[in-house]
């Protein structure tokens, strides 16, 4: 069984602060991928990585997908009330996608 | 109807009962999933569905049963729950070909057993 872990399991930040989640596999997957998932509703994409060391920008979000492929990272700069949510990595192997349980952030204003 | 539609949004059913979960997505996909997602519990793949064909099943118990009519149409049907099935039960589409296949989620079935 894959196990796949993200850190911190809840965080609670004040408006304008950076923070940094994280996403760990035991195994090695094809890609990856974050996504947010705001209360009631389904997750929804915020960015697939599929190489190595790869770094993706999304405004203030900074992704980063580890060399060995096992491990990312999700770095949110100057965060705002509207950041609010669940983040979940999931890696896939073609269509066998594995969820992390998630980080749940809450920015306040 | 853009994305991803699921319906009913809610649902409450005893354990005797059959009803049926519906997802469409109007993105021209080829692949489409059911997830569930209980608190406490990451999300479990339960079944995909890649060119109308079942792909995985993932042990998943028989009083589920998924039917995929065609590329855009998915569903779920259930019968004789039990309480623990409680819980967000999400659809997803993706197109195979794309690189990392990128899955669109609906906005879920919130299922509640009694």
């Given at each position: 069984t894959q196990l796949l872990e993200q850190s911190?399991?809840?965080?609670?930040?004040?408006?304008?602060?950076?923070?940094?989640?994280?996403?760990?596999?035991?195994?090695?997957?094809?890609?990856?991928?974050?996504?947010?998932?705001?209360p009631g509703e389904g997750p929804v994409l915020l960015v697939t990585v599929v190489t190595g060391g790869?770094?993706?920008k999304l405004k203030r979000l900074t992704f980063q997908f580890g060399d060995a492929r096992k491990d990312s990272s999700l770095h949110?700069?100057?965060a705002q009330p509207g950041d609010t949510g669940l983040y979940l990595c999931a890696l896939g192997e073609g269509q066998n996608f594995v969820f992390g349980p998630g980080t749940r952030l809450s920015v306040l204003p | 109807e853009t994305g991803v539609t699921q319906t009913p949004r809610h649902?409450?059913?005893?354990?005797?009962?059959?009803?049926s979960l519906k997802c469409e997505q109007h993105l021209g996909?080829?692949?489409?999933y059911w997830?569930?997602?209980?608190?406490?519990?990451?999300?479990?793949?339960?079944?995909?569905?890649?060119?109308?064909?079942?792909?995985e099943n993932n042990s998943v118990p028989s009083r589920f049963s998924p039917e995929c009519p065609n590329s855009s149409h998915l569903f779920l049907h259930l019968h004789t729950l039990q309480p623990e099935d409680s819980a967000l039960y999400l659809c997803a589409s993706s197109q195979v070909q794309r690189e990392g296949y990128e899955q669109y989620f609906g906005p879920g079935t919130r299922l509640?057993?009694?």
């Open positions: 911190p399991q809840f965080l609670s930040i004040q408006e304008g602060e950076n923070l940094t989640v994280y996403c760990n596999s035991s195994s090695v997957f094809s890609s990856l991928q974050w996504y947010r998932q705001e790869e770094v993706k949110i700069t100057a | 649902l409450v059913m005893g354990m005797t009962n059959k009803k996909h080829n692949a489409m997830y569930k997602q209980s608190a406490k519990k990451p999300l479990e793949l339960m079944f995909v569905y890649s060119l109308e064909e079942r792909v509640t057993v009694t």
